[in-house]
């Protein structure tokens, strides 16, 4: 089903196909990246994460903290997203934050109402920390390794949603170029991000 996921346009309003979005932006822009030298690799010792939803988001660094809906795919493959601008959705046919594969959550850049829940997502810079909480009482940590665009022409669908071996979280909103034709954004930004700590609720370390 990779095929519908690089179709997802995070603005209020009906998807639009890739194949109408305009391609001036380019392809890919880096905005921030560097080597993760504390990425956690499926080797790395963790405590061991039962399945359960992400409820709660906190990114410190842009004033985000909120609450985490759940989001599957549209009768046409396409990613459903957030039907309100000031919280996020995380992608429930992946895996729950902190355990081993790509994690990811969706939120909105704004709306014609102002900024949404993501709008300073492609500001964030590495090393920098998102935590999630989980519907068990899990809190999971993840650092930034980077900070990319990509052109909805060209979203890299396995490398954002695909396992790659390690416990990722990836953030994805809207950037770029707005286009006023169609009413969406040639761009997504792409929040790349590595497990650092988990922290069990106390009646899990007891047990």
């Known amino acids: 089903m990779w095929w519908g996921i690089a179709a997802l346009a995070l603005s ?8 109408t979005l305009p391609k001036s932006d ?3 822009v880096v905005l921030t990246h560097v080597a993760a030298k504390s990425a956690a690799k499926a080797t790395t010792k963790f405590p061991v994460i039962a399945r359960s939803r992400p409820v709660r988001i906190s990114i410190r660094s ?7 809906g759940t989001l599957g795919l549209q009768p046409d493959h396409q990613v459903m997203v957030p039907t309100n601008t000031r919280v996020v959705g995380w992608y429930k046919d992946g ?5 081993i594969g790509s994690a990811v959550i969706l939120g909105h850049v704004d709306s014609t109402q102002g900024p949404g829940v993501f709008f300073a997502l492609k500001s964030m810079k590495a090393g920098e920390r998102i935590e999630l909480v989980l519907s068990n009482g899990t809190v999971t940590t993840f650092a930034v390794t980077k900070v990319v665009q990509y052109s909805k022409t060209s979203f890299p669908d396995r490398l954002v949603y695909g396992s790659n071996g390690t416990r990722a979280l990836q953030l994805v909103t809207c950037g770029g170029t707005f286009d006023h034709a169609t009413g969406h954004y040639e761009s997504n930004i792409v929040v790349f991000s590595q497990l650092v700590s ?5 009646a899990a370390v007891r047990s």
């Open 26 to 28: 380019p392809k890919v």
């Open 12 to 19: 209020v309003g009906v998807l639009s196909l890739v194949a």
């Open 95 to 99: 895996p729950p934050p902190g355990q």
């Open 62 to 68: 842009i004033g985000v903290n909120t609450n985490v």
């Open 198 to 202: 988990v922290s069990l609720p106390r």
